[in-house]
């Protein structure tokens, strides 16, 4: 971490910034299926055409041999432009023929009218290759609410506080980012008191600086006595502080997005990838819709964090093997 300053703006950066929705030219069909190594995938969302805020349903069926597990679908980058109101997953049931089938569904919303896809999502299932399986993307089309001669400004009671662009209303929201900046820096002065900073001791390398980090917010007061935005804001800050000292490019004031497209090109193993985008996705949530979670759920998300630092640390070199000198054995 750089200090209070580094760690204020990071949050104003995730807070503010939004990532702008990509409509497809033409939607693809609403429902799509593919079979890959012998798993079979569908795909589809209803209704196929809706307006702007309506509920969409995105149902995904997974078949696959019974000797195989599968996993929930995970977004690879998040669901941008759509919104995520909810996800269910079934467990797995068998088949008339011994085959395992697995049903998943995610409440979706859009806020934009046009044609959209759905996001890239894939299906790990163990005991194939590749493990992590690609969803068929289904399409559906967005018209507007809005009455011949309105503005879309009607629109903006409809939509969730994060995909508003350029429509804040400020005199709130100072006050509340002025608060969230009190406490930010009064706990990165007691971190920083304590020795918790990440930057604390230059000497360490990133990862093991990052995972001191993360050994001291699980045992900080944040998890009890909260506030919980702020302990995600310090979770974010350590890993995105990890991550840009490691690859070497400047991430506290990336957001989600722009944080993930930066890692695009780099070499990362594709379940470190979405282990991260689900972690800083479920951080936004906290912080942008105040989402309440349980301590539990707190420490689940410190050990996610420690599992991706140690998964995207530098691996040792094998030095050169050295032989034992004739006639010393």
């Known amino acids: 971490m750089t200090g209070p300053a580094g760690l204020w703006t990071g949050l104003i950066a995730a807070w503010l910034a939004q990532a702008a929705p990509q409509p497809a030219a033409e939607a693809p069909p609403a429902r799509a299926s593919s079979v890959v190594s012998g798993v079979a995938i569908e795909a589809a969302i209803e209704p196929a055409a809706a307006t702007v805020g309506d509920v969409l349903r995105l149902t995904i069926a997974v078949e696959a041999a ?3 597990t599968i996993a929930e679908p995970q977004a690879v980058e998040g669901f941008e432009p759509f919104v995520l109101r909810s996800a269910s997953h ?7 023929d011994g085959r395992l089938r697995r049903v998943s569904g995610f409440e979706l919303a859009l806020y934009e009218t046009g044609a959209f896809s759905t996001p890239e999502l894939v299906v790990p ?17 967005i018209r507007s609410v809005l009455a011949q001669g309105e503005t879309e400004a009607g629109l903006a009671e409809l939509r969730p506080l994060r995909s508003l ?16 900046a009190a ?8 971190l920083r008191r304590r020795g918790r900073a990440v930057d604390a001791e230059p000497a360490l390398e990133p990862h093991e600086a990052a995972l001191k980090a993360l050994g001291e917010l699980r045992t900080s007061r944040l998890l009890d006595e909260g506030p919980e ?14 991550l840009g000292r490691r690859y070497s490019f400047e991430a506290l004031g990336d957001t989600t997005d722009e944080l993930l497209q ?12 979405i282990a991260l985008a689900d972690l800083l996705r479920e951080a936004d949530m906290v912080k942008f819709a105040a989402a309440r979670r349980p301590r539990a759920e707190l420490e689940n998300a410190v050990d996610r964090g420690v599992a991706i630092v140690k998964n995207t640390r530098p691996r040792p070199v094998p030095g050169p093997v050295l032989s034992a000198p004739r006639g010393s054995l």
């Open 183 to 190: 406490l930010t820096l009064l706990a990165w002065l007691m």
């Open 66 to 68: 019974a000797e195989l």
């Open 90 to 96: 079934a467990p797995a049931e068998r088949l008339g």
């Open 229 to 242: 935005k702020l302990f995600y804001a310090c979770l974010t800050d350590i890993l995105k502080g990890y």
């Open 125 to 141: 299932v163990e005991g194939v290759r590749p493990e992590a399986l690609a969803v068929p993307r289904v399409g559906v089309s």
């Open 262 to 273: 930066a890692l695009r090109g780099l070499e990362l193993e594709l379940e470190t990838r």
């Open 165 to 180: 662009e350029g429509r804040w209303r400020w005199q709130p929201w100072l006050a509340g980012l002025g608060a969230l």
